[in-house]
């Protein structure tokens, strides 16, 4: 009981702390700083729902592989930019690739496009970047393609040891819906788990 108690008043502790350096901290962005980033890493497959043709209700697989989503981890890559439209938000986009080879071996790939809105509470040398963003994904699939929205929500650290060049992590969900005017019974929902490391470059 005492190691658990011990447990939670650090885990509180570390997060009012951080909540303390966020709002003391000096602003580093003006209105018009840009910063570019670089992403590469994983999109981890957490689940796919589609709908039942015989009860038209949703059924959904999680996991990895032939006993879940049928979908293995994939690759990603991405690039992203974005323009401060205030010392602590910023507008921008990313447009990248994603590919996961399903478990019947077959490739599948993703193109997303997404605008993306960032709030930066801490920020300088440390950084806590919060994003959330929408736009869509060109899919393909066993010589199949549709283009369907997605949806994003990350949270990230990043550290500048130069003034203009750092680099970190983030991870979040994001959620492709495949969307069919002609047949909706084929609608479907599909989300994964990225874990990506980047590059930056701010001026």
């Known amino acids: 009981y005492n190691l658990v108690m011990k447990k939670k008043v650090m885990a509180f502790a570390t997060i009012a702390l951080l909540v303390m350096m966020a709002l003391s ?37 999680t996991g990895i592989g032939m006993d879940g989503t049928h979908i293995n981890v994939g690759g990603y890559g991405s690039i992203d930019y974005e323009v401060f439209s205030s010392s602590k938000f ?35 040398t440390f950084e806590i970047p919060i994003s959330l963003g929408a736009g869509f994904s ?3 699939y066993n010589e199949k393609s549709i283009m369907s929205p997605t949806l994003m929500a990350e949270i990230g ?38 874990v990506h490391l980047f590059a930056s470059y701010r001026h």
């Open 25 to 61: 901290a000096a602003d580093y962005y003006d209105t018009g700083s840009q910063i570019f980033m670089i992403n590469a890493g994983v999109d981890i497959p957490l689940s796919v729902s589609f709908k039942d043709e015989s009860s038209s209700s949703f059924v959904t697989n």
């Open 90 to 124: 910023a507008l921008g986009g990313e447009i990248g690739y994603q590919f996961n080879y399903c478990a019947d071996g077959v490739l599948f790939t993703q193109v997303p496009m997404a605008f993306k809105v960032s709030y930066v509470p801490l920020q300088g």
């Open 138 to 140: 060109y899919m393909t």
């Open 157 to 194: 650290f990043r550290f500048f040891p130069t003034e203009n060049w750092g680099f970190g992590i983030k991870s979040g969900i994001k959620a492709t819906f495949e969307l069919y005017a002609t047949n909706p019974k084929k609608t479907g929902i599909g989300t994964f788990i990225p």
